[in-house]
């Protein structure tokens, strides 16, 4: 059985697949394996594959017969995937040589079921790129569970897939959960919330193993339709089911509030949101409201704005100003039409004249304008 399992998913890389697949078996740590997927594409990728495989014995290669995005690659490759730990890498990437060795070694030593490490930003011709600001986010360290979430919230971890070492047994379990069936859009991100959530310890190092690819060409640009708005809302809501759990297992301090305001802000207002403002139409807009108000204003966090615990209240309280403000700057109109369609409203308005909260009332019954 080999230690690392390396998931390859591919889409129209023939530029770069070779280098990648170079990479992988010149790694100093031979107990590993390569499963590649390639996603239906329409170049000459497949025929690339072949050729590898016909080389190594140690690469796979399997190929869906329709384009089935990311998120279903890589699920086809860990469901042939048998080495303790996984790593993703995507096919116009590269890993350094020693990579596989130094994660094992560190997974090791530390009994993680994430290792973090940083990254090499490389343009075209493989040429490393310098920015002013890092690509990845990686705390340097271990993380407890209830570390890793305020480490989420304030954005130290990132939230690709591909610059970290999963424990098999997670990220299987993870890709296995409800949900992930119907996701298109954005799988990284949710996928990596997912496995954050469930992950019991977490280790980042510093150390630039990966070379990953800016605008390489071969990224499928996904227009903001009412399914991918839906994605982008799945990831939102698994921060604040992430929150509840926290909450009701009485794990939540003070000086998690204000992380957990950081979050709400990253995801709610520059992420979500924004998306919504950007891709609604008069016509489209009730149905976009509807989808992020499903995820954002679940029963949980419903709930947890009715909660006596003022602290946490007003955290909830924070997503109804930020999306009423939102909905204002759209016009007077619109945004009131938007809001009397929706049914959410007005049950949190009922929710919270129940509890006395006048003036949280009031601030839902000014949106109608």
């Known amino acids: 059985m080999p230690k690392i399992s390396i998931c390859v998913p591919c889409y129209n890389v023939e530029k770069y697949i070779g280098r990648c697949l170079d990479s992988l078996v010149s790694q100093t740590l031979k107990d590993i394996e390569i499963i590649c997927v390639d996603d239906c594409s329409t170049d000459h990728t497949w025929n690339i594959l072949c050729e590898y495989r016909a080389k190594y014995p140690e690469i796979k290669i399997y190929r869906h017969l329709e384009n089935l995005q990311s998120v279903w690659a890589r699920k086809t490759a860990l469901s042939f995937a048998s080495g303790d730990y996984i790593l993703f890498v995507d096919g116009d990437d590269c890993l350094k040589t020693n990579a596989c060795r130094i994660l094992l070694e560190k997974a090791a030593v530390t009994d993680a079921d994430i290792v973090e490490f940083c990254c090499d930003q490389v343009d075209c011709d493989g040429r490393v790129v310098h920015f002013e600001k890092e690509y990845c986010s990686v705390h340097d360290g271990c993380l407890n569970s209830v570390e890793i979430f305020s480490a989420v919230s304030e954005n130290r971890i990132g939230q690709m897939l591909w610059n970290k070492l999963y424990r098999a047994s997670l990220i299987k379990a993870v890709y296995l959960r409800s949900g992930i069936r119907e996701l298109y859009y954005k799988d990284d991100v949710y996928i990596a919330c997912l496995v954050y959530r ?172």
Not at 220 to 232: A, E, G, S, V
Not at 257 to 268: D, F, P, T, V, Y
């Open 198 to 369: 469930e992950a019991n310890k977490y280790v980042g190092i510093p150390d630039k193993l990966y070379c990953y690819r800016m605008n390489s060409g071969n990224s499928r640009q996904t227009t903001m339709t009412l399914h991918t708005f839906q994605d982008r809302c799945k990831c939102a809501k698994v921060c604040i089911d992430w929150l509840y759990c926290f909450y009701v297992a009485g794990q939540l301090q003070e000086a998690e509030c204000k992380l957990i305001k950081s979050k709400i802000n990253i995801w709610c207002k520059r992420n979500t949101l924004n998306d919504f403002l950007n891709s609604a139409t008069a016509e489209t807009a009730p149905e976009f409201l509807d989808v992020y108000l499903n995820a954002w204003f679940s029963d949980e966090c419903i709930q947890l704005c009715g909660s006596k615990e003022e602290r946490v209240r007003n955290v909830c309280l924070y997503q109804v100003r930020i999306l009423l403000d939102a909905l204002r700057t759209i016009g007077e109109t619109f945004g009131a039409a938007i809001i009397r369609g929706c049914k959410r409203f007005g049950k949190l308005k009922e929710l919270f004249i129940r509890e006395q909260k006048y003036d949280i009332a009031q601030t839902l019954e000014d949106a109608e304008f």
